[in-house]
């Protein structure tokens, strides 16, 4: 039975992993930006969140002058997705790129056709932190829903649907009280904010110069804008990231790397019938269900994102086993690019999803278990070239090469 201590470490995870969507913020736009916001920051780690914001208004003006963004609640905005995505952690004052930062600096920088690769690792972290909201919205477009009006209100109405089954799980499935009402009390959360956000008696204002009076928006129009951001950001992401064909928003349909996804996710059982309406429900991860003590939304979540994302872009997506010779020369290669900056060490997992990145192009995945596996072989059977520095910082491993050298600090 899981402790209290157990359910305060994991809160912040459960949340995120009961409902996989970024909630409503500026900075959606172009799911493309948060890769060079990647690029952006990588040369000024450890940066303050006040260069970081000036860097990416610097950068993006200097590609399309004409978005005159500024450093203001607007490229904050950005910084927020990023960090939703899983790209940007904050370390005590400072911003650094996380593990899956640096594996997609890596993508960019390492791989030939890294614009493809580049999108497969998007795909991968669009799932992970906002699937139920992309793939909703891919299947409501599927279905033949076009505009964004109406997409956002079928989303709605499946969203509060996701958190009706997953709260029937939770009093179906999980025993201990504590548990139980953690979960419960997260879904009821959200449930809240989404009926708020859709309740026609609430009102906000503009952020303008203009009266107050001016300000005020009707219902009808403050829904609206809640569901045409809500909805339009996700259909720009559904657009690059090749899943809906370009064009007019009522002309939009699905490719075959978006029916690819929603075979696969229905395959594994995320597809459910609730009232009639199909809705797309996706588990959590191993070590939350071994937290609560519970068995998971669906069978086969084992390396479930990387999966979907080598289905969507390679049409198949079979296992790969790497001996440790070729293990090594690839971590070799990739090294350079994951290394922590002031410190000749990298994190496991930014090797481990660098080079799921290069796998998933030529339809393949690596099992995380083997890959874990493997490592201590590696380090074993190489000791000369390799070691590994296991928790070296709080949890989570880290890898380093022998005989490198630090990453300047200039």
């Known amino acids: 039975m899981p402790s209290i201590l157990e359910l305060s470490r994991n809160k912040a995870a459960l949340s995120r992993e009961l409902l996989r969507r970024i909630g409503y913020t500026?900075?959606?736009?172009?799911?493309?930006?948060?890769a060079r916001v990647v690029e952006y920051l990588y040369p000024i780690i450890p940066a303050s969140m006040f260069s970081l914001k000036a860097e990416i208004a610097d950068q993006e003006n200097k590609r399309a002058p004409q978005s005159k963004l500024s450093p203001n609640k607007y490229v904050q905005g950005i910084i927020d997705v990023a960090r939703a995505l899983g790209l940007i952690h904050k370390v005590a004052a400072k911003l650094s790129l996380s593990d899956r930062g640096y594996a997609l600096h890596a993508v960019q920088n390492q791989i030939e056709d890294s614009k493809e690769a580049c999108r497969a690792f998007l795909l991968m972290l669009v799932l992970n932190?906002?699937?139920?909201?992309?793939?909703?919205?891919?299947?409501?477009?599927?279905?033949?829903?076009?505009?964004?009006?109406?997409?956002?209100?079928?989303?709605?109405?499946r969203m509060l649907l996701v958190i009706k089954i997953k709260e029937l799980w939770a009093h179906?499935?999980?025993?201990?009280?504590?548990?139980?009402?953690?979960?419960?009390?997260e879904l009821s959360d959200a449930r809240r904010v989404l009926e708020s956000a859709l309740d026609p008696n609430q009102k906000v204002l503009f952020k303008s110069r203009a009266t107050s009076e001016d300000r005020v928006l009707d219902a009808g129009d403050r829904i609206r804008r809640f569901l045409e951001h809500t909805v339009g950001p996700?259909?720009?992401?559904?657009?690059?990231?090749?899943?809906?064909?370009?064009?007019?928003?009522?002309?939009?349909?699905?490719?075959?790397r978006g029916r690819d996804l929603l075979q696969f996710f229905t395959?594994?059982?995320c597809k459910r019938i609730m009232e009639e309406k199909d809705v797309y429900v996706l588990p959590l991860s191993e070590n939350l269900c071994e937290v609560l003590d519970?068995?998971?939304l669906t069978n086969d979540p084992k390396d479930l994102f990387w999966r979907a994302a080598t289905i969507a872009m390679s049409g198949v997506a079979e296992p790969v086993e790497i001996d440790?010779?070729?293990?090594?020369?690839?971590?070799?290669a990739v090294y350079p690019h994951v290394k922590l900056y002031g410190f000749n060490e990298a994190e496991i997992s930014s090797v481990f999803h660098a080079l799921s990145c290069q796998e998933a192009l030529s339809g393949h995945y690596l099992q995380e278990e083997h890959?874990?596996?493997?490592?201590?072989?590696?380090?074993?059977?190489?000791?000369?070239e390799i070691f590994r520095l296991s928790k070296r910082r709080g949890i989570g491993g880290y890898i380093a090469l022998r005989g490198n050298e630090k990453r300047s600090l200039a």
């Open 26 to 34: 500026n900075g959606l736009h172009d799911i493309f930006r948060f």
């Open 129 to 157: 932190s906002d699937g139920e909201y992309f793939l909703n919205i891919l299947n409501l477009i599927e279905k033949g829903n076009g505009s964004t009006v109406k997409l956002g209100e079928g989303l709605m109405e």
């Open 172 to 185: 179906a499935e999980i025993k201990s009280n504590i548990a139980a009402e953690t979960v419960t009390g």
């Open 234 to 256: 996700r259909r720009e992401w559904l657009t690059d990231l090749g899943c809906i064909t370009e064009g007019p928003v009522e002309s939009q349909r699905v490719t075959k």
């Open 267 to 269: 395959d594994i059982g």
């Open 294 to 296: 519970v068995p998971n």
């Open 324 to 332: 440790a010779r070729t293990l090594l020369d690839r971590i070799k």
């Open 371 to 384: 890959f874990e596996h493997m490592l201590p072989q590696v380090t074993k059977k190489y000791p000369s």
